[in-house]
């Protein structure tokens, strides 16, 4: 703000010497505050759509195997919990929640206004795709409908089929470190493949494209970073979840090229 009313200070001064430098600065002040509360209102519509469509494309998805089972309606509860959601925004989640649920949803038209809102930016777009793989594959099964719809989602938000390849290595993972090297984790061979897929390069990468390749997912997912795009502050937890599992993949992969 002080930038601003310098600036329009000084423009002022220089039009209409002491009377323009006050003018000038006052219109700085207003101008500036203007643009400031303009960022605010954009930031709260994104947030407030990436919620809304969130849970809506949600329940569409739940419902793409032709039931919404218990299971499925205790998963959305828990991502509520885990979303630390207020209680006005529990209720709209759920409402979305059902919304996406009737015979009529349109998911199409939900992810043009996504896009729209969102002005289409790709790290907020995966982040969307991320909740709604976590949510249906949080049960530990895979509907074939299911996969299919994320696989329709993802080209409809312009993001590569590979994206759902890469978000399930990162669930499987997240439970092997959650395993702790238990019976419950993949194999070997299985977590150093997922770790490539995380990272988005082949196994054949040089150590340098490895390290580039990591440290741009770094940079593109940084919660701050997304959180400045949009990104509603509820979900800051799962875009710190994602930053922890691109560095375990990339220590994964490390650890078997030292070897």
Do not use: W
């Not at 998963?75 to 209720?91: C, H, I, K, N, P």
């Not at 709209?92 to 015979?103: M, Y």
């Not at 299911?146 to 399930?168: C, T, Y």
């Not at 509820?234 to 710190?240: D, G, H, L, V, W």
């Amino acid at each position: 703000m002080f930038f601003a009313i310098f600036i329009g200070g000084l423009i002022g001064y220089q039009i209409g010497r002491l009377p323009g430098l006050l003018i000038g600065a006052v219109a700085g002040y207003f101008i500036s505050n203007a643009l400031r509360k303009k960022v605010r209102s954009g930031l709260f519509q994104i947030q407030s759509q990436f919620l809304q469509s969130t849970f809506a494309v949600m329940g569409a998805l739940c419902k793409a195997d032709g039931v919404v089972s218990e299971e499925e309606i205790r998963v959305a509860e828990t991502l509520f919990d885990r979303l630390r959601l207020s209680g006005e925004q529990r209720e709209l989640a759920k409402a979305a929640f059902r919304r996406g649920k009737e015979e009529d949803f349109d998911l199409d038209a939900e992810l043009d206004q996504l896009l729209r809102v969102t002005r289409g930016q790709r790290a907020l777009l995966q982040m969307f795709l991320q909740v709604q793989v976590s949510a249906v594959a949080a049960d530990g099964e895979l509907h074939p409908a299911e996969h299919q719809m994320l696989l329709r989602i993802a080209r409809k938000l312009g993001l590569p089929e590979s994206q759902i390849d890469q978000l399930e290595a990162m669930l499987r993972g997240a439970r092997s470190h959650g395993a702790g090297g238990a019976a419950g984790a993949p194999p070997r061979g299985q977590q150093l493949a997922d770790a490539y897929k995380v990272l988005g390069v082949s196994e054949d990468v040089s150590d340098a494209e490895l390290k580039r390749a990591y440290r741009k997912l770094m940079s593109q997912n940084h919660p701050d970073k997304l959180a400045g795009r949009g990104l509603p502050e509820s979900m800051r937890e799962m875009a710190e979840e994602k930053t922890r599992e691109i560095s375990n993949a990339y220590d994964v992969i490390k650890a078997a090229r030292a070897s």
